[in-house]
């Protein structure tokens, strides 16, 4: 089983609840010193996730890996739920923005309800939960601005990294080339990180250069 750095998993709590029609992973991460809160791909409700935001902490951030509709469906409820601030890639902003371009005219029977993103980070820009650095880096392939978000030994990859696999690039704004190139920027990064992914299994990044056939493209 995988475990956390000592200290690593006395700082942060990290907790997963599968939303949505395509059981995307929507994580809940709170900084134990100060308990403030950030949620991660807010695609659909849990009304677990809910228990959890009305029991004392601060949820300062709504963190989105990519712009698909199944990864931002309920940031407006969450929104406005918790006043927290969003965070995305700077280049995904006109993706969520266009019901075309973040699927959700395709399959989404009603509109997603209109939200401002309040930070568009650019590559290796940091946000700070308590004392706890979140770094994001840029990794298209998935969608043109698919990022993952990286702290002290995890990295929240949502589709673009996966157990044994990476996500599609065969949607609009999707590249292969790009995908290869982020996944190379993965594979070179020291130590040992879990990854929890936007859909399925955590891994962890020793596995897949190890396991992952996408690892070893040139």
Known sequence: MLELKKGEEDALKVETFKVGPLATNCYLLTDKKTNKMAIIDPGGISSKLDEKLTQGGKCEY?????????????????????????????????????????????????????????????????????????????????????ACFMTSGLIFSGDTLMKSSIGRTDFKTGNSKDMIESVKKLAMLKGQYIIYPGHGEFTDLFSEKQNNPYFNLR
């Open 62 to 146: 709504i963190i989105l890996t990519h712009g698909h509709f199944d990864h931002i469906r309920k940031v407006n409820r969450y929104q406005n739920l918790t006043g927290a601030k969003v965070v995305a890639n700077e280049d995904e902003i006109n993706l969520i923005k266009d019901s075309d371009l973040n699927l959700s005219k395709d399959f989404c029977s009603r509109p997603i309800e209109e939200f401002k993103v309040d930070l568009a980070l650019k590559n290796n820009d940091s946000i700070y939960l308590g004392d706890i650095e979140i770094k994001m880096l840029s990794t298209p392939g998935h969608t043109a601005g698919s």
